[in-house]
């Protein structure tokens, strides 16, 4: 379960993380409301799971009631990488001197905890490891010891943190830990971790994500509505049992397995392409199940084509190109679909597609090739004027 923004610091907040003083809006009122009470500046943020808001326009700073009532109906419907904005973060400003990043997550090679700072934060991490890797320190966690002060010290020093944000930044890394642990964290993020001009350590944004199978032992979980801050068809996915992230690209991605799914996204990529999502529909491959999915990937405006990638172990090839076909009459897709069946059943599964006849499926016989058509596809609906949805 990912949260948004606000739903981190609130997070934060229960382990005693420093964050910024803030209130929800989900009306232009709202916002002025409470920007009123927080008292000027204030910054209006777009509420949505994704990043880049500010460069698409949904972090906006306000020092006046009428600049809190022009953003905030700017920002409210904002279409953000496919997230419609319905809510918003109306928080104190904090004047920055510098910014910094860090986060724990787990290390499933290493089986430890892993736990990263840099000096160089309010920048994408995954660029700042590629460009200059020596800029992100790194620590492993033995669950069995957790994190010592002494340990958190170190880690910021080998991080280049500055001199006078070190010591607030160590014992805010203890806290981060603890959230990490005792929250039932997958991830927890913040970026930028930022030292104030009154020498203050604090966190300005927040990124956790929670473990879903530790959910029995947080009822509180079930706040977490999330419900009006995602896209269509995230809700339409989870509701019906799917994995599905959306991606940035232009190939709809349907595969059976986390790792195949993962695979097929490589793959498209290697073959010059870019997926538009991640969707496994696990053991689910049959009539209902492959409707489902292709219903979520028909409400992606950007995809252009689609790769149904199935390799059949205990799902019977045939019972999945039976329940293809069959879905094609529920579901209307503009995009033609690509389909690569392996395994159990798979020349009786051909047959079933040859024998469709239909317009909108092309077999292709080897992943690669799959993956290569959808991304010709893909690049010829481009050429006609985008989607074909």
């Known amino acids: 379960m990912d949260l948004v923004e606000y739903q981190g610091k609130q997070y934060f907040a229960r382990y005693g993380l420093p964050v910024s003083p803030g209130e929800v809006a989900d009306t232009v009122a709202e916002a002025e409301a409470a920007a009123e009470r927080l008292g000027y500046p204030v910054v209006v943020k777009a509420q949505v799971q994704t990043g880049g808001r500010g460069k698409a326009g949904g972090v906006k700073l306000a020092n006046s009631k009428a600049e809190v009532t022009e953003h905030a109906g700017n920002i409210l419907g904002l279409d953000i990488k496919g997230h419609i904005v319905r809510r918003l973060w109306i928080e104190k400003a904090t004047d920055i001197a510098k910014e910094y990043y860090a986060s724990f997550t787990l290390d499933r090679s290493a089986k430890l905890h892993l736990a990263m700072v840099s000096a160089r934060g309010g920048v994408e991490i995954e660029k700042v490891a590629e460009e200059a890797p020596e800029a992100v320190a790194r620590l492993h966690v033995n669950p069995l010891d957790g994190l010592s002060i002494e340990g ?10 500055d001199a006078e944000a070190r010591e607030g930044a160590a014992e805010i ?5 603890q959230c990490y642990i005792e929250g039932d964290a997958d991830l927890v993020e913040i970026n930028p971790l930022v030292l104030t001009t009154d020498g203050q350590v604090r966190a300005l944004d927040a990124k956790v994500t929670l473990d879903d199978d ?10 977490f509505d999330n419900l009006g801050v995602s ?5 339409l996915a989870k509701s019906k049992g799917l994995s599905y992230i959306a991606l940035d690209g232009t190939v709809g991605i349907i595969a059976n397995g986390a790792g195949l799914a993962m695979s097929t996204v490589d793959v498209v990529s290697q073959v010059g392409g ?18 489902s999915a292709l ?16 390799f059949g172990g205990i799902v019977r090839c045939d019972e999945v190109a039976r329940g293809i076909v ?22 009786e599964a051909h047959k079933i597609i040859d024998d469709a006849a239909s317009e909108k499926i092309i077999n292709e016989r080897t992943m690669l090739g799959a993956a290569r058509r959808a991304v010709e596809l893909a690049d010829v609906a481009g050429k006609e004027g985008g989607s074909k949805l």
């Open 231 to 235: 896209t269509e068809r995230e809700r």
């Open 173 to 177: 890394l203890l806290k981060l830990y």
């Open 295 to 310: 219903e979520v990937i028909n409400l992606d405006p950007s995809v252009r084509s689609i790769l149904v990638n199935i």
């Open 326 to 347: 069959k879905a094609l009459g529920r579901v209307d897709i503009g995009a033609q679909i690509v389909l690569r069946l392996d395994g159990t059943n798979a020349a």
């Open 274 to 291: 870019s997926a538009a999502n991640f969707l496994d529909v696990g053991g689910n491959a049959d009539e209902e199940g492959m409707a």
């Open 152 to 161: 958190a010290r170190d880690l910021v020093e080998r991080a280049g943190l």
């Open 214 to 223: 530790a959910a029995f032992r947080h009822p509180e979980w079930a706040g």
